[in-house]
């Protein structure tokens, strides 16, 4: 590993902070303090503080906390959980005749359904059995976590959600377990996948920054943790197999803790993450192989299956905050793939071109003198969002964008649609959603939106995995 920081005499990297020439003008070891006690008698100070009291006193929690108190309350079909695993409804019948351990589900008349638990049991109970085609897709012990971030300069480009759908989505379709880390100080995403047993938002629960072990500013060096701290930081969700590392306000005091590691320690600040998960994962990676959950007899075990569920991620999935600052740099450092959701106007379009420009700056800068490092080992692509396809200015936008780079941008795209805001209504995925008759149509048409949109990252953030014929048929549609 390069020992160098990110700012050594006689190298300075151009940072992307808000306050970069204030910051840069402070003597080295100092902090910034303003006074803004003579700014028209106080009026902002007065201001901060009676919008403060306000917002406290407003119950602007109602629509979030009853979506947290019924978070996955949402129950599968037979035909859908059939689906879920790329079977048809036979097989699961006839599973369900011969494993003792499927799940009971409820029933209505002839019809049964099942909570994402359940969907995962059967999941297991499939993939176990000999000769199954249906495999878990855990990863094997010794193999790293694969990492995906999905980031973009601009905010409102959808890609909190498009970070979530893709997260249930490997762990609804393949059985993966899925750590979701928020590295936005808002903790968008987080919202979707917290219930009321995570304090949101409260100080004293643990973020990016804790993980990292910058969540002094005032430390003059990394705060050091062991392996089991590391892991404390991940906290369960109702989703089976996904673990959260929430975003809150702390991840700013990040910031600023690399922002000075930088000046004052010889601290490479642009791969904390990448090493923090990599400790993190050599004490706790994956130590139950497959063929574990059964026994010599063949039946399934329940509590070896339990313990696996919990014991590791497959895949970890972090959502940026849009910006780029020293945090989000090492969002996008720890990744094997990265994700820009983009939308398609000319102006945002713009900001595209400024966030790879100051990326290409930042890699050039690091890879100069830390030759010990591996950045970005798998395919990284832009992904458009919320076109309106009845517009061809948007998909002849993405037409030219495609043929100057076909590997770099995809065929696939999340389209502009009402099921996205009915469900961000109630802090929901399309997965979870459950839309009332007269919305059950554009909820329909948009879970096959994200489907093909997932199913075309899978095939190329993850190309071990077997693909699904979404992707293929959405091209088709649209491109032929």
Same mark, same amino acid.
């Given at each position: 590993m390069g020992s160098a920081a990110l700012s050594t005499p006689g190298i300075r990297l151009p940072y992307l902070l808000g306050l970069r020439r204030l910051l840069k003008s402070e003597p080295q070891g100092s902090f910034i303090s303003t006074d803004i006690s003579g700014m028209a008698d106080g009026q902002f100070q007065h201001f901060i503080r009676n919008m403060s009291h306000?917002? #406290?006193?407003?119950?602007?929690?109602?629509?979030?906390?009853?979506?947290? /108190?019924?978070?996955?309350?949402?129950?599968?079909?037979? $035909?859908?959980?059939?689906?879920?695993?790329?079977?048809?409804?036979?097989?699961?019948?006839?599973?369900?005749?011969?494993?003792?351990?499927?799940? @009971?589900?409820? #029933?209505?008349?002839?019809?049964?359904?099942?909570?994402?638990?359940? =969907?995962?049991?059967?999941?297991?109970?499939?993939?176990?059995?000999?000769?199954?085609?249906?495999?878990?897709?855990? /990863?094997?012990?010794?193999?790293?976590?694969? =990492? =995906?971030?999905?980031?973009?300069?601009?905010?409102?480009?959808?890609?909190?959600?498009? $970070?979530?759908?893709? $997260?249930?989505y490997l762990n609804l379709f393949y059985g993966l377990r899925v750590g979701v880390i928020d590295a936005d100080p808002q903790a968008t995403v987080s919202l979707y996948f917290a219930d009321e047993r995570l304090p949101l938002f409260d100080p004293g629960t643990p973020t990016l920054a804790e993980f990292m072990g910058v969540d002094d500013p005032g430390a003059r060096a990394l705060i050091s943790r062991e392996p089991s701290e590391l892991d404390a930081v991940w906290q369960p969700t109702p989703w089976p197999g996904i673990r959260l590392i929430p975003g809150g306000g702390n991840i700013q005091n990040g910031d600023i803790s690399l922002f000075f590691l930088s000046r004052n320690a010889p601290v490479p600040v642009y791969r904390v993450l990448k090493d923090a998960i990599a400790q993190w994962d050599a004490g706790f990676g994956p130590r139950t192989p497959?063929? $574990?959950?059964?026994?010599?007899? #063949?039946?399934?075990?329940?509590?070896?299956?339990? /313990?696996?569920? @919990? @014991?590791?991620?497959?895949?970890?999935?972090?959502?940026?905050?849009?910006?780029?600052?020293?945090?989000?740099?090492?969002?996008?450092?720890?990744?094997?793939?990265? =994700?820009?959701?983009?939308?398609?106007?000319?102006?945002?379009?713009?900001?595209?071109?400024?966030?790879?420009?100051?990326?290409?700056?930042?890699?050039?800068?690091?890879?100069?003198?830390?030759?010990?490092i591996t950045v970005g080992a798998g395919a990284h692509m832009v992904l458009p969002t919320i076109v309106q396809e009845q517009n061809n200015q948007d998909t002849d936008q993405i037409l030219d964008l495609y043929r100057k780079a076909p590997r770099e941008v995809m065929q696939v795209w999340y389209s502009r649609s009402d099921a996205i805001a009915n469900a961000a209504e109630e802090y929901k995925s399309i997965y979870e959603y459950l839309p009332p008759p007269g919305r059950r149509a554009s909820a329909r048409a948009f879970m096959a939106n994200a489907n093909a949109v997932n199913d075309a990252l899978v095939q190329r953030s993850l190309p071990h995995l077997p693909p699904r014929d979404y992707a293929a048929t959405f091209i088709t549609e649209r491109w032929s």
């Open positions: 306000v917002m #406290g006193a407003v119950n602007t929690k109602l629509q979030r906390d009853l979506a947290l /108190r019924t978070r996955v309350a949402r129950r599968y079909s037979m $035909a859908e959980t059939s689906e879920f695993l790329g079977t048809d409804g036979s097989g699961l019948v006839h599973l369900a005749e011969t494993d003792a351990a499927f799940p @009971e589900g409820q #029933g209505v008349g002839r019809h049964r359904s099942f909570s994402p638990s359940e =969907v995962m049991l059967i999941r297991a109970l499939a993939g176990t059995q000999p000769g199954s085609p249906h495999g878990l897709h855990w /990863r094997c012990p010794g193999e790293p976590p694969i =990492v =995906v971030t999905f980031g973009a300069q601009k905010g409102g480009t959808g890609k909190s959600l498009a $970070a979530a759908h893709f $997260a249930q497959h063929a $574990a959950l059964r026994g010599p007899d #063949g039946a399934f075990d329940l509590a070896a299956y339990a /313990r696996a569920l @919990e @014991e590791t991620v497959d895949v970890i999935v972090i959502d940026q905050q849009p910006s780029l600052t020293l945090m989000q740099l090492n969002g996008l450092i720890a990744a094997d793939s990265v =994700v820009i959701p983009q939308t398609m106007k000319g102006f945002d379009l713009a900001t595209l071109s400024t966030y790879v420009t100051n990326i290409g700056e930042y890699m050039e800068f690091i890879l100069g003198f830390d030759s010990d």
